[in-house]
């Protein structure tokens, strides 16, 4: 299946501060889609980019899907201790996911 | 209207043992999907069904694994003669014929 590359592994954020996690690939996409899963929770879907050079913001959630396809990121501002999760995207091919390995986000207060 | 439905919630196995994990869609939903998730890992796809039918089970391990999702009652991963890899959360997704995915809570596996 499609490899997914996500960086940084381990995000620990001072509250108030901005932070960005991407997720890369060696080859074309076909549609991204981002999770938040929080400690011991499952996956929430958060969002789904589909065309080339697509931006959609959630509040403080910036998501951007590279031009060529083959990138993604998150960036957040702001960040607050709902924040605190593990943010995960994956590649949505025909009807299966392929997630990366995640970015753990912490926050201090 | 009910979320994914998966239980039960937490399950310990001694190894050797079976594990019964459950997943009732959500209602409309007719497609199922179970991934397994290692501790700090993402999300593995596993096996896709749809009623009666297992339409992808490329992600499954090849011996003790097997799925269903039989016409009536949940879906059904069923694991023969566990070993500590087993390991894992087990979640389970649904989707209408188009559409996203809605997680389950997931099957925390424990195997002692």
């Known amino acids: 299946g499609q490899q997914v590359m996500q960086i940084p592994q381990y995000q620990h954020v001072q509250e108030g501060e901005d932070f960005t996690t991407y997720c890369n690939s060696s080859?074309?996409?076909?549609?991204i889609q981002w999770y938040k899963q929080r400690p011991g929770g499952h996956p929430v879907f958060l969002i789904q980019?589909?065309?080339?050079?697509e931006v959609k913001k959630q509040k403080r959630l910036t998501f951007q899907f590279g031009e060529a396809k083959k990138n993604s990121s998150l960036h957040i501002t702001a960040t607050q201790t709902t924040d605190v999760g593990t943010y995960f995207c994956?590649?949505?091919?025909?009807?299966?996911?392929?997630f990366g390995a995640g970015t753990t986000v912490t926050v201090r207060a | 209207n009910a979320g994914v439905m998966q239980n039960p919630r937490h399950l310990v196995r001694r190894r050797g043992q079976e594990a019964r994990l459950r997943c009732s869609p959500m209602?409309?939903?007719?497609?199922v999907y179970w991934y397994r998730q290692l501790p700090e890992e993402g999300l593995k796809f596993m096996v896709y069904?749809?009623?009666?039918?297992?339409?992808?089970e490329s992600g499954m391990p090849k011996e003790r694994f097997s799925a269903e999702f039989p016409k009536e009652g949940p879906s059904i991963l069923r694991i023969q003669q566990v070993v500590r890899g087993d390991s894992a959360a087990y979640f389970c997704?649904?989707?209408?014929?188009?559409?996203?995915?809605?997680f389950g809570s997931g099957t925390r596996l424990t195997v002692v």
């Open positions: 997704a649904s989707s209408p014929p188009v559409g996203g995915y809605t």
């Open positions: 080859t074309t996409l076909s549609n």
């Open positions: 980019l589909v065309k080339s050079g």
């Open positions: 994956a590649d949505y091919n025909d009807y299966k996911l392929s």
């Open positions: 209602k409309g939903h007719s497609h």
């Open positions: 069904l749809q009623k009666e039918n297992i339409i992808d």
